[in-house]
T-cell receptor, first 120, second 111 residues
Framework: DADVTQTPRNRITKTGKRIMLECSQT?????MYWYRQDPGLGLRLIYY???????NKGEISDGYSVSRQAQAKFSLSLESAIPNQTALYFC???????????????????FGEGSRLTVL | GQQVMQIPQYQHVQEGEDFTTYCNSS?????IQWYKQRPGGHPVFLIQ?????EVKKQKRLTFQFGEAKKNSSLHITATQTTDVGTYFC???????????FGTGTRLKVLA
């Protein structure tokens, strides 16, 4: 079984619909992230969370919201999907190295398999 | 804002040729990570570099972190078909824990 699981893996929806992408992890990591991947643009950070009570905006948070229901679960919502939100979405987790709180750093990122979203 | 650019965007090589991708940041990085994403897959961590001028090797892969900590490179010696994929660098946005990914270099190896 995968350590970082995303559901659904594929979703086609229509403009204006509400969509939720879910992520769960069994790695016991505190930190969780949502990234979006578009061809030629690399991975862009949408939101990240360092523990259940901590939610932070990333580079491109407009049009998205998140919920950290538990240490192991981090969901991404599109309240009213639009076509330019068509992309491949990745959830990731990381541990916190002991020195990561002194200098800005995180351990390696462990990615889920991805959720491909198409908005028509 | 802070940007992390990678060149080239694409590279096609004959199997056995060497390959290098370069990562350049507009600001100094405290550290840099490298990831590989196979076609249809998800990014997988390769390595992290922390020290100025650091060089690390993993079999045929050599990673360097620039003296000014604003650039990095990944060099693959004698490429194989298993090296196919997109290679990303990633570094923390200055003063934050946000990891900014480079635009990636897609490598295709021709047998």
């Amino acid at each position: 079984d995968a350590d970082v699981t995303q559901t659904p893996r594929n979703r086609i929806t229509k403009t204006g619909k509400r969509i939720m992408l879910e992520c769960s992890q069994t790695k016991g990591h505190d930190r969780m992230y949502w990234y979006r991947q578009d061809p030629g643009l690399g991975l862009r950070l949408i939101y990240y969370s360092f523990d259940v009570k901590d939610i932070n905006k990333g580079e491109i948070s407009d049009g998205y919201s998140v919920s950290r229901q538990a240490q192991a679960k981090f969901s991404l919502s599109l309240e009213s999907a639009i076509p330019n939100q068509t992309a491949l979405y990745f959830c990731a987790t990381s541990d916190t190295p002991w020195w990561g709180r002194i200098i800005a750093n995180t351990g390696e990122l462990f990615f889920g398999e991805g959720s491909r979203l198409t908005v028509l | 804002g802070q940007q992390v650019m990678q060149i080239p965007q694409y590279q096609h090589v004959q199997e056995g040729e060497d390959f290098t991708t370069y990562c350049n940041s507009s600001t100094t990085l405290s550290n840099i990570q490298w990831y590989k994403q196979r076609p249809g897959g998800h990014p997988v961590f390769l390595i992290q570099l922390v020290k100025s001028g650091e060089v690390k090797k993993q079999k045929r892969l050599t990673f360097q972190f620039g003296e000014a900590k604003k650039n990095s490179s990944l060099h693959i010696t004698a490429t194989q078909t298993t090296d196919v994929g997109t290679y990303f660098c990633a570094g923390p946005k200055t003063g934050t824990y946000k990891y900014i990914f480079g635009t990636g270099t897609r490598l295709k190896v021709l047998a």
